[in-house]
């Protein structure tokens, strides 16, 4: 069976990309990257695919006159490749509705929430000012709206009293690295697809035991 063909995005150091490098060295795995994109050249993330040997290109976006240009420049290099899925891996940019459209459904993202709560940046300072009892982090389909779309996957991290952005975003990163390859799996077994507003899962069991915070005896 072929393999899923990803292209991985990344602005910056690439601990997720890494994730998905260590996963698709696995024989049994049913996907490989095909190219790493990153729109900053001092991304360490670059250095990390250059190491596997993979494609790794910078395509900086201060190299174009307007966000369409570079856009357009990415979207030639995914398809260059082969791209069949594009997965957004730290890439700090908000993409036009275009470019978004042209993947609907073949793009996903990682986001350090649960969404739809604490959308955009700073979201592990905003939960724990709220005094909420979970922060986590989601992928989801990308939709043109800023961290909108289909809710692949989400993992729940209880937030401590004495809990801070640091802690929290070190706790959330953890589960950031098992569910990314685990939700590609999903993807390129067909075990997961998007129907309307939400994701269908086929041979996929969600669970059903709960998480309480603060832990009860």
């Known amino acids: 069976m072929a393999k899923l063909k990803l292209g991985v995005m990344i602005s910056g150091s690439g601990t997720n990309l890494q994730a998905i490098i260590d996963a698709c060295a696995e024989a049994d795995y049913p996907a490989e990257i095909q ?31 307007t966000r369409e240009a570079f ?8 398809k260059e490749h082969n791209v069949e899925l594009v997965c957004l891996a730290g890439f700090m ?12 459904d073949r793009m996903i993202n990682i986001h350090p929430s649960l969404l ?16 909420v009892r979970f922060g986590g982090c989601t992928i989801h389909f990308v939709r043109p709206e800023m961290d909108n779309g289909p809710i692949l ?7 401590a009293y004495d809990e801070t952005p640091e802690s929290l975003a070190a ?18 077994e ?10 269908a899962f086929n041979g996929i069991d969600s669970g059903d035991v709960g998480i309480i915070s603060p832990a009860t005896k």
């Open 93 to 104: 940019r908000i993409l036009n509705s275009d470019f978004v459209n042209r993947w609907r």
């Open 71 to 78: 856009e357009g420049a990415v979207h030639n290099c995914l």
């Open 116 to 131: 739809p709560s604490y959308k955009g940046l700073h979201t592990h300072a905003r939960a724990i000012e709220d005094g």
């Open 171 to 188: 706790k959330t990163l953890t589960y950031e690295h098992k569910m990314y390859p685990a939700a590609i799996r999903m993807i390129a």
């Open 190 to 199: 067909g075990k997961a697809r998007v129907s309307g507003n939400k994701v």
């Open 35 to 65: 190219v790493v994109i990153s729109n900053r050249p001092e991304a360490k993330g670059l250095e990390r695919a250059e190491k596997a040997g993979i494609n790794a290109i910078c395509i900086d976006h201060k190299n174009f006159e």
């Open 153 to 159: 996957m989400q993992a729940a991290v209880p937030i």
